[in-house]
């Protein structure tokens, strides 16, 4: 087949390599000039375990093509697949500007039959938004061509994209039409061969599952934040905890795992969107309401519990913190607790010394250059003359740890621990003042800790030019 893809962030670089991959002929559009030049000569934006060995292949066999002539991707492909950012507005309501602005482009400039697929995580509605916007743009250039809208969301994790594409559990599709069916059967035969993952539903379930998907995950982390906070004040292990209930195959281990709180481009959105979406209907959704406020609050805890540690005194220490990016094997920093963290140190007037093995040009990308804040190029060399070390990401290089040899570094013998990654024995074996979320004799957060934060620098602002990103 050939597709064409609006969007060249992570799940329209995925969609769009992976559709290659399994040999269909694919267009991507963007218009930031500057990554598609670099896409084309194979430098991959962001950070995707084998993203960029698939994209390079695919390119070097010419199933694989990237442009910004928007005439010249309407023109490509029968499927024209919506994969832009729909970020959140002011009052926590996607932001579908980007997607109708793609859907009106399609039928600006459309000649014959599309099918056009929301790949974007969108509201319940959304769908009747972009046929209303293709509708209306047709009528304007007084010309009968027929199409149809589907849904058909992402249910990609970041770290491990690729994988979820090829290998995810179900492939939803919503739709009204049955001209739909078989395109998408022939688009997804690749993928669907040894079981039958297509679920065909209609259009605002489709949706609805994917806010829904989100939702419960958050749900589940917040959840187990919540239980935390409690083991710290009864004296109980979550670790032992989470075992404990993780065994129960109703519950499962997955997502039970607690920490310093979720980020990244999905959960903190979606669970916002999705409350939003029932306020509009006149609901009041307070369990999602309460997942968001759990998460907010947890950001915090990983700096409360600094503070207590230093005696409240922050003024000139020197901060080591391991991980930036808001989860492993992604250079992702949205919505990252390591910016909470940062922006709190720097408002108490302490410095940052900082490393995580693939966010670091992202921090340098938000915060610009700043004489409290060090990137180093090693794990360890945060440590010298440091004052205390935090850990923000479970990366695999920060399991394994000298605690002999990293409590002579350190000034201050504290660890803070905001992902639970060692047994608190050992580490005080060392000497060291070990901090977790939810173990025994962690140091305990009586209340909601308000928060101060530094402002980012104007860098992180986002550009018009990358309206097609997400």
């Known amino acids: 087949m050939r597709i064409t893809i609006f969007g060249t962030g992570y799940v329209g670089l995925v969609t769009g390599t992976c559709l290659a991959d399994a040999g269909h002929e694919v267009m991507c559009m ?183 998907a989100n939702a419960m995950l958050a749900t589940k982390i917040s959840f187990m934040n919540e239980i935390s906070n409690l083991a710290e004040r009864l004296g109980a292990d979550i670790e032992n905890v989470r075992r404990g209930i993780g065994s129960d195959p109703r519950i499962g281990y997955s997502f039970i795992y607690p920490g310093c709180g979720y980020g990244g481009s999905c959960f903190p959105k979606d669970v916002q969107a999705l409350a939003r979406t029932a306020s509009d209907v006149g609901y009041e959704a307070e369990l999602l309401d309460a997942v968001e406020s759990v998460n907010n609050r947890q950001k915090t805890h990983l700096f409360a519990k600094l503070s207590q540690a230093l005696d409240g005194e922050l003024r000139g220490k020197t901060i080591a913190i391991w991980g930036l990016a808001f989860k492993p094997n992604t250079d992702d920093m949205r919505e990252a607790p390591s910016r909470t963290l940062m922006e709190a140190v720097w408002a108490a007037g302490g410095k940052v010394r900082a490393h995580d093995p693939e966010a670091m040009d992202e921090c340098r990308r938000i915060y610009g250059q700043r004489d409290d804040l060090e990137l180093t190029k090693r794990r360890d060399d945060t440590l010298e003359g440091a004052d205390a070390l935090v850990i923000c990401t479970e990366w695999k290089a920060f399991r394994t740890v000298d605690f002999r040899r990293l409590r002579e570094r350190l000034t201050t013998p504290v660890i803070i621990d905001g992902r639970n990654l060692f047994d608190p024995e050992s580490v005080r074996a060392a000497g060291l003042l070990y901090f977790a979320v939810g173990r025994a004799d962690s140091l305990r957060i009586a209340q909601p800790v308000a928060v101060a934060t530094a402002a980012a620098s104007p860098a992180e602002r986002t550009s018009p030019s990358v309206a097609y990103t997400l």
Request: hydrophobic share 40%; glycine share 6%.
């Open 30 to 212: 963007d218009v930031d000039q500057d990554k598609i030049n670099g896409l084309k000569s194979g430098v991959v934006p962001i950070y995707e375990p084998g993203l960029e060995a698939l994209i390079k292949q695919n390119v070097a066999d010419q199933r694989l093509l990237f442009t910004t002539d928007p005439v010249e991707a309407v023109n490509f492909g029968t499927l024209q697949f919506i994969a832009v950012g729909t970020p959140p507005d002011e009052d926590g309501s996607a932001d579908l500007r980007y997607v109708l602005n793609v859907a009106d482009t399609i039928a600006t400039h459309m000649q014959a039959y599309k099918l056009v697929i929301d790949k974007s995580t969108v509201p319940v509605g959304t769908a009747d938004h972009v046929s209303g916007t293709i509708a209306q743009r047709l009528r304007q250039r007084d010309v009968d061509i027929p199409f149809d809208v589907c849904s058909n969301p992402e249910f990609l994790k970041e770290g491990s994209a690729v994988e979820d594409f090829s290998q995810g559990a179900r492939i939803v599709v919503g739709c009204d039409s049955p001209r739909v069916e078989p395109l998408m059967r022939e688009c997804y035969a690749p993928y669907n061969r040894r079981q039958e993952k297509l679920m065909f539903m209609d259009i605002r379930s489709a949706e609805l599952t994917k806010y829904a």
